[in-house]
């Protein structure tokens, strides 16, 4: 089964960046689409950004612009880089991995956008 593990998550002044990183391993063969997706208290968890096996990319209307995400298929490995961080991008932020068969989540990592 395939595991994931997300870093890089912290505190950070509005207008800010991070960069997450999410570390996958176990099965992971063919084709899968892996990305972000963040929760804030009180709000349904939504699409931050997606990334396919062969680089196709999909981001959510609010981070448009301002994060990018990008995989290293050799070393099995997901990032996230969000600049220009705003007090709305604090949230949970959790890894997923979808392939044809199932998905599975990360733990999350927390992301806190303040002065």
């Known amino acids: 089964q395939v595991q994931l593990v997300e870093s890089g998550g912290g505190w950070v002044q509005p207008g800010g960046s991070l960069r997450l990183s999410c570390a996958a391993s176990?099965?992971?063969?063919?084709?899968?689409?892996m990305g972000w997706y963040r929760q804030a208290p009180g709000k349904e968890r939504e699409l931050v950004a997606v990334i396919s096996t062969i680089g196709n990319t999909n981001y959510g209307d609010s981070v448009k612009g301002r994060f990018t995400i990008s995989r290293d298929n050799a070393r099995n490995m997901v990032y996230l880089q969000m600049n220009n961080l705003k007090p709305e991008d604090t949230a949970d932020y959790y890894c997923?991995?979808?392939?044809?068969?199932?998905?599975?989540w990360g733990q999350g990592t927390q992301v806190t956008v303040s002065s």
């Open positions: 997923k991995f979808r392939s044809a068969v199932y998905d599975v």
């Open positions: 176990g099965s992971i063969f063919g084709f899968n689409i």
